[in-house]
């Protein structure tokens, strides 16, 4: 019945008082990178499903930069000359939100605006810790068991160096969460491995290693950083509530901020990138 009367509440308010229907919001595009798993494809649209629920009346797409359908230039397509905020499922800055989305945005006729990377944010490391307390992390431990306890923070990796930054902001935040040592670690392109970041834990006496996903879906790259996990690995962050939470937060970010840096020319058209502070929240 809530739900029911929040989607009504929605619908009325783009009626105006005197009858003529309001403009509605700029319709937000969740922008996926793709996934030979199926099992991707399926959890970032339960991930949308969540959205709906959230923000009841807002439209919502999915596009993808490779590997699934739809890609990002059909769905931009789809929409015309529509106005869209497209929020990136991705977890950190790096080539994909600095030049692919963007130059796919302005060579369609949609008036959009490119949002930064979901992380660093608190939210992220809400949901990251309640992955690990379903794998069995415990809150309370103590000392003796702490000095012994670490996590790996397993991303994706990238050779853009501030995509390393904000991993690595993440992986503080986890740590004043968890009150443990959280390392980064990266399953492609940049260093540490994982099994790498695993060793030099155990080196320092920490045995009792967990492997926390800093993916955002189940694909190649989370299986094989939980299979290097010498104690419990949690899951993908996934459908969990505060990722839908993070990807409205920046798609009311992305029109909130005044667009201050370049624009990105194409195909007769403007992208907009609203200037990101380097760890905004």
């Given at each position: ?20 229907r309001r403009p509605g919001p700029p319709a937000l595009v ?89 992380g660093p944010h608190p939210l992220l490391v809400d949901a ?19 000095r012994r306890s670490a996590v790996v923070l397993a991303a ?126």
């Amino acid at each position: 019945m809530n739900q029911i009367g929040s989607q009504l509440a929605s619908q009325l308010s783009l009626v105006s008082l005197n009858g003529r229907r309001r403009p509605g919001p700029p319709a937000l595009v969740v922008v996926a990178h793709g996934s030979r798993d199926p099992r991707a494809l399926s959890t970032v649209r339960a991930l949308l499903d969540r959205i709906r629920e959230q923000r009841p009346g807002l439209p919502v797409h999915l596009g993808h930069i490779e590997l699934n359908e739809p890609l990002l230039p059909d769905t931009l397509a789809a929409l015309g000359t529509a106005e869209a905020v497209l929020v990136p499922l991705l977890l950190s800055r790096g080539y994909h939100i600095k030049r692919d989305i963007p130059e796919m945005a302005a060579e369609s006729d949609v008036r959009a605006r490119v949002a930064g990377a979901l992380g660093p944010h608190p939210l992220l490391v809400d949901a990251l810790h309640a992955r690990l307390v379903e794998a069995g992390w415990r809150t309370g431990m103590d000392e003796a068991t702490r000095r012994r306890s670490a996590v790996v923070l397993a991303a994706a990796g990238s050779r853009d160096p501030e995509s390393k930054v904000d991993t690595n902001r993440t992986a503080q935040l986890l740590a004043e969460r968890l009150g443990v040592p959280v390392v980064p670690a990266y399953a492609t392109t940049a260093a540490p491995t994982v099994p790498d970041a695993i060793q030099a834990l155990a080196s320092r006496g920490r045995d009792r290693v967990a492997v926390a996903s800093y993916f955002t879906a189940p694909g190649r790259f989370a299986t094989e950083s939980a299979e290097a996990a010498p104690w419990i690995a949690s899951a993908p962050l996934g459908t969990h509530p505060a990722m839908a939470s993070l990807v409205l937060h920046r798609y009311d970010q992305a029109l909130a901020t005044p667009v201050q840096g370049h624009a990105v020319r194409g195909a007769g058209n403007r992208a907009t990138s609203p200037t990101q502070p380097a760890l905004a929240v």
